[in-house]
């Protein structure tokens, strides 16, 4: 069934601007969601990202135009970041371009008064950020009151935002008599409370994230220590030599760290996390998709949902948390029918994490040796003898004739050539990564001592702690023992094989206020 567009009954506009946008065949959320909807129910669709979520409800709310154009939009779409409102609103307007329907996004950062003025020139679709959405509804610069349809996106992502008691102003402010979408990755508590207190009979539709795993994109991992990541990543990068490819780090500092290094080191990179100023992001993005750097770093949460194509590898630097993770993290490549290349950085400790994204996702990640300094060296020869062949095919070196000249009056060509070339590629990465490929180190029973920066100073107490410790790391209280509390510090210990998930967890979270570093502590000196 519905195996194109015609089949869904909408009209000849759309269709043809679906096939404008290169869309020939409805994608499988695509073919569960639209009927309901055009028949009109409200839904809750569940799919992970890049299945096509934006068409699943732009199509039909594109259809649902009124006859008439009215003075006041007609439909709405909540979504968490600047960027995703600013990536849906686009592709409703193409979605939209034949059938004249326009979607504006409303976002905080931009001037409310360019705001202003272009909802005054009317839109029928607008594509909001939650807050400032509401902002304009009290400056009565938005109006609801012709409101037909209301879309939250990626509304797990809002909610961990926490958009949430904006999205019920939002949605208590929308007159009865309309119809709700609701997308999400995942579904928490609060959003299943949300559909039943603002939704009318949702029909459900959508995948199981287990059983999502795009199966055209090979999944490897390598066996690294922390500290020789960075090399194994420009190993592979100087190996592989891949097109477009998205690093995705634990927290920012990391993110930071990676971007930074590699551009010392000379790789075009960029990074995104939540710190960064909108304009850094934007910019960081256009130049990613245009190809001006070709790597991008990024923290889940600003990777999520972007829709950038072409990406030819993801890296997981660090493995990531849950396995739900994992599959939205690799869901960025092998997208629309494209192959892609999912690479997992795994420590000694992490194999049990391994093991657990393997049986979530119902997939076998097997192991790939790194590329050693052999290889390395080769590829990377080979890249600079194209490139002088390509150099002396397009006539560039000419004005270094009158060099090549005089030093060939003392050495010989060959020698010349060589010391140039030699002084070209680097020789730094001389040491090899050692490898371990012992396996399931993680088993072991022995706990580890970890030193936090936040004490009785701070008015915490052990029990504070231990909760925030348990549910930051998703690991269980019993697990976490021996607090030692002291003015400005404490001691804690939890074990071995889950140090580096506490440590990534808690390092410069917020607890009690204040931001916390946490480190495995020093052994103390015996006297
Ligand atoms: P999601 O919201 O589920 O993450 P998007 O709606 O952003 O996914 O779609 C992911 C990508 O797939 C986009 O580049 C989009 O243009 C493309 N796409 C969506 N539907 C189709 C389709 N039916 N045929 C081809 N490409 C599609
Ligand atoms: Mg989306």
């Known amino acids: 069934m519905y195996k194109n567009f015609n089949e869904f009954g909408i009209s000849d506009k759309i269709i043809v601007s679906l096939s404008e946008m290169g869309f020939e065949e409805p994608t499988p959320i695509q073919k569960m969601a639209i009927p309901p909807v055009l028949q009109g129910k409200d839904i809750i669709g569940q799919a992970q990202t890049g299945t096509g979520k934006t068409a699943a409800f732009g199509i039909p709310l594109i259809e649902q135009r009124p006859e008439a154009k009215g003075r006041y939009p007609y439909a709405i779409v909540l979504a968490p970041t600047r960027e995703l409102a600013v990536q849906v609103s686009e592709a409703l307007n193409k979605m939209g371009a034949r059938a004249g329907v326009v979607s504006l996004p409303i976002y905080g950062g931009q001037s409310i008064e360019l705001q202003i003025r272009s909802l005054k020139r009317g839109a ?27 879309v939250l996106d990626e509304a797990d992502e809002m909610l961990s935002m926490g958009f949430i008691e904006d999205i019920e102003k939002i949605l208590g402010g929308i007159p009865g008599e309309r119809q709700t979408m609701l997308f999400s990755a995942t579904m928490p508590k609060e959003i ?234 680097d020789t730094e990465d001389t040491q090899e990564i050692e490898e371990q490929g012992k396996g399931y180190a993680g088993q072991q029973k022995d706990s580890v001592r970890l030193f936090m920066t936040i004490g009785k100073m701070d008015k915490i107490k052990v029990g504070d702690i231990v909760k925030s410790i348990s549910a930051e790391a998703g690991i269980p209280e019993r697990k976490i023992s021996n607090i030692a509390l002291f003015d400005k510090f404490s001691f804690v210990e939890v074990p071995a094989d889950l140090a580096d998930r506490v440590i990534s967890a808690i390092n410069d979270s917020i607890i009690k206020g204040r931001k916390v570093k946490i480190q495995h502590a020093k052994k103390r000196e015996r006297r």
């Open 124 to 150: 029928d679709i607008v594509v909001g950020t939650p807050g400032r959405v509401l902002d304009h509804i009290r400056r009565k610069t938005l109006v609801l009151k012709d409101i037909k349809t209301v």
């Open 192 to 425: 299943i409370r949300i559909s039943k207190n603002y939704m009318n009979k949702p029909v459900h539709v959508g995948v199981d994230a287990s059983e999502m795993v795009v199966a055209k994109t090979k999944q490897v991992f390598y066996e690294v220590r922390e500290e020789d990541k960075i090399k194994a990543l420009t190993r592979l990068l100087d190996v592989e030599g891949p097109a477009l490819t998205l690093v995705f780090c634990h927290t920012k500092k990391e993110v930071d760290e990676v971007a930074g290094r590699l551009q010392q080191m000379g790789y075009p990179a960029g990074a995104i996390h939540g710190d960064f100023t909108q304009s850094h992001r934007d910019e960081m993005i256009r130049k990613f998709k245009g190809g001006d750097i070709d790597i991008l770093v990024a923290t889940d949460v600003a990777a999520r949902g972007l829709d950038i194509p072409d990406v030819s590898h993801v890296i997981n630097f660090s493995i990531p948390q849950d396995p739900e993770g994992y599959i939205h993290r690799i869901g960025r490549t092998g997208r629309a029918g494209k192959s892609g290349i999912a690479i997992t950085f795994v420590t000694p400790r992490q194999y049990r994490q391994l093991k657990l994204i393997e049986q979530f996702a119902k997939t076998r990640i097997n192991k790939a040796k790194l590329p050693s300094r052999e290889e390395v060296r080769k590829a990377k020869e080979e890249e600079l003898a194209a490139g002088v062949e390509e150099m002396i095919k397009e006539g560039k070196h000419t004005r270094f004739y009158d060099m090549a000249k005089r030093l060939f009056e003392k050495y010989s060509p060959e020698d010349v050539s060589a010391a140039a070339l030699s002084m070209l590629l």
